[in-house]
């Protein structure tokens, strides 16, 4: 009896072992796809991953791909970031099967339609604050106004604010940064509409004020 059940157990085990996921795992810095090694992954990485990082600084735009192991809660949509001179998009696809992620990813192309969305933004290297915040109009699914301070270890801070998509604001701007180092603070997000109304609220008290003194007179 004792055999059996141990019979049954070693089974049980090489099953387990022999469903395990296998992924490429690769990173590039230079293009939309990579040539890597294959990894079985571990018993709580159930998907097979690939992220494209697309950044623009002025004129000068980067790349970052890698493929790896995966969890479900991993696989978000698409995360943007729109501040002055300055846009990240990040692309995530996932599947369940073995080597499912040897593949090129296709680049992502910006969608340019307004949303009616308008936040204060900024951009400034160096610094943990802005200096001056200017309206941008949001574009595509960009519907939720962000603000944070990123930096890396011994590395200079950068402060930005502008338009996001929902899981931008979920990840608090992390989604922006390839690589696990990135340190995020003085996270806010906040509604485009509040801010807009808020910038209106100077006007709207001197034509009150005007008002009231043609009454008087």
Not at 47 to 64: F, H, K, N, P, Y
Not at 65 to 85: F, I, Q, R, V
Not at 152 to 164: D, Q, Y
């Amino acid at each position: 009896m004792k055999r059996a059940m141990l019979i049954i157990i070693v089974c049980s085990a090489l099953v387990t072992i022999g469903a395990a996921l296998k992924c490429e795992v690769c990173y590039s810095l230079s293009s939309n796809s990579c040539s890597g090694h294959y990894e079985t992954c571990s018993s709580s990485q159930d998907r097979c991953m690939e992220t494209l990082t697309q950044t623009s600084i002025g004129d000068v735009e980067s790349v970052a791909l890698e493929k790896s192991c995966g969890s479900l809660y991993k696989c978000m949509h698409p995360a943007s970031l729109t501040a002055p001179n300055y846009r990240v998009s990040v692309t995530t696809l996932c599947c369940d099967t073995d080597y499912c992620n040897n593949r090129t990813m296709n680049w992502k192309t910006e969608n340019s339609t307004l949303n009616g969305m308008n936040c204060p933004s900024c951009f400034s290297k160096n610094s943990e604050t802005c200096d001056k915040l200017i309206p941008l109009n949001c574009t595509g699914n960009e519907t939720h106004c962000i603000q944070f301070t990123a930096s890396r270890h011994r590395g200079s801070p950068v402060t930005m604010a502008g338009c996001a998509t929902e899981n931008m604001k979920k990840s608090q701007g992390k989604a922006a940064f390839w690589g696990d180092s990135i340190q995020v603070s003085r996270f806010k997000a906040f509604n485009g509409g509040m801010s807009l109304q808020a910038g209106c609220l100077p006007t709207i008290l001197a034509i009150l004020t005007a008002m009231k003194i043609r009454s008087t007179e």
